[in-house]
């Protein structure tokens, strides 16, 4: 077969793996987006930019509002490069990134963090132990099924643990698929996505028996908190939205 030199577009047998994200994440910047492969309604976006010069960076103050709130062991579901990884080590916060990216993880352990090549629905250690789950930068849409992820988190969590959970500034809540394309048209292979706001997530959590403590927005970020019911001291079913914090 004759070469013409031109690299034909190719469907990886992962996302996140082989596609336009590990390249981006090795150069620290896109632009890069998440295409909707199912004509959009009107007026919604057909490219959903993702920020890797943000998911490069240091936290920021929306990040490190985050932080502040982390009690160990902590476990960053879908931890990109690795920016909180490595933020908590260094307060000598136990942590752990799981990403399927294997250039994310290189990069969370470039930058001093423990990172496992993994997805959060795979064996992971410390199940039914951590006291803080990450959902980050999107990562609510993990798996297309927000309530099964929901769920999965609560097996990880200890009795009392929490989440913290960044959702949509919008109120959207949509199941779609996508791929990973960067600014050349270059991409991966689709995959199950989900979009959620902050009420789609609180309907989410309420199926899958979480507790509602804390909602807030920094910026154009904005964020919840939940926690995982502990016998002792909860309520046996649901979250209450009474008394939930809103800065």
């Known amino acids: 077969m004759r070469r013409t030199g031109r690299r034909a577009s190719v469907e990886p ?4 793996t082989d596609d336009p994200y590990g390249r981006a994440l090795g150069v620290g910047r896109g632009p890069l987006y ?18 890797v010069e943000r998911f490069c960076a240091a936290p920021d103050a929306a990040d490190t509002g985050v932080l502040h709130r982390c009690t160990g062991p902590v476990l960053d579901v879908g931890c990109g490069p690795g920016r909180l ?32 090549q993994r997805s959060v629905f795979d064996r992971l250690p410390r199940e039914g132990r951590w006291g803080t789950a990450l959902l980050m930068d999107g990562n609510v ?16 969590l200890r009795p009392g643990g929490r989440l913290l959970a960044e959702v949509a500034p919008q109120d959207v809540d949509e199941r779609l698929t996508v791929r990973v394309e960067d600014g050349h048209g270059r991409h991966g292979r689709p995959f199950p996505w989900a979009r959620l706001g902050a009420t789609a997530l609180l ?18 970020r904005t964020f919840l908190e939940l926690h995982r019911p502990n016998p002792r001291h909860d309520a046996p079913r649901g979250m209450s939205h009474e008394g939930s914090e809103r800065r």
């Open 85 to 116: 990884v490595a933020a908590l080590a260094a307060r000598g916060i136990p942590v752990l990134g799981v990403d399927v990216s294997p250039a994310a993880v290189a990069r969370t352990r470039y930058r001093g963090g423990t990172a496992l």
């Open 141 to 156: 849409g993990i798996g297309g099924d927000p309530a099964a992820l929901l769920a999965r988190l609560r097996q990880l």
């Open 203 to 220: 309907h989410a959590a309420d199926a899958t028996a979480w507790i509602l403590t804390s909602r807030w927005t920094t910026g154009n």
């Open 34 to 51: 998440l295409r909707r492969m199912t004509p959009p309604t009107e007026g919604v976006a057909e490219l959903l930019p993702l920020d």
């Open 13 to 16: 047998g992962e996302p996140w």
